[in-house]
């Protein structure tokens, strides 16, 4: 039949609330709980108009980073955890080798700390 229109060419019906983007499934425990923290509900919104939407997804992005960030610094902080037990041994040995070139005939280890 002529101008009868086909299913691929129509949108189907939907409600706006059904659009929510949902964060990767990874992050979605951790944004929830985040969200969560601040009395947001990502499950259900009760207006959801395209402004509030798009204020969500806002949210959801902010949370998102926030673990990033998070995830960042205890990253670095294992990094500077790391390289303080290193350098603590390093001295350790180089303390320990200058009481043996010594030849005091005590061989005592002498500790020093140093205020980091």
């Known amino acids: 039949m002529p101008g009868t229109t086909t299913k691929s060419s129509s949108q189907p019906v939907h409600l706006r609330s059904s659009r929510i983007p949902m964060p990767k499934q990874n ?3 951790k944004i929830t709980g985040i969200l969560a923290e601040n009395g947001i509900s990502i499950s259900r919104l009760v207006m959801p108009t395209k402004p509030n939407i798009e204020r969500m997804e806002a949210l959801q992005g902010a949370a998102a980073g926030l673990l990033e960030m998070k995830k960042n610094v205890d990253r ?3 990094e500077i955890r790391t390289l303080k037990a290193q350098r603590d041994a390093a001295e350790g040995s180089e303390i ?3 009481s043996e070139e010594a030849g005091d005939g005590n061989k ?5 700390n140093f205020a980091s």
């Not at 005592?108 to 020093?112: I, T």
């Open 76 to 78: 670095v902080e294992q």
């Open 108 to 112: 005592h280890l002498v500790r020093l």
């Open 96 to 98: 320990l080798d200058q």
């Open 27 to 29: 992050l979605l425990p």
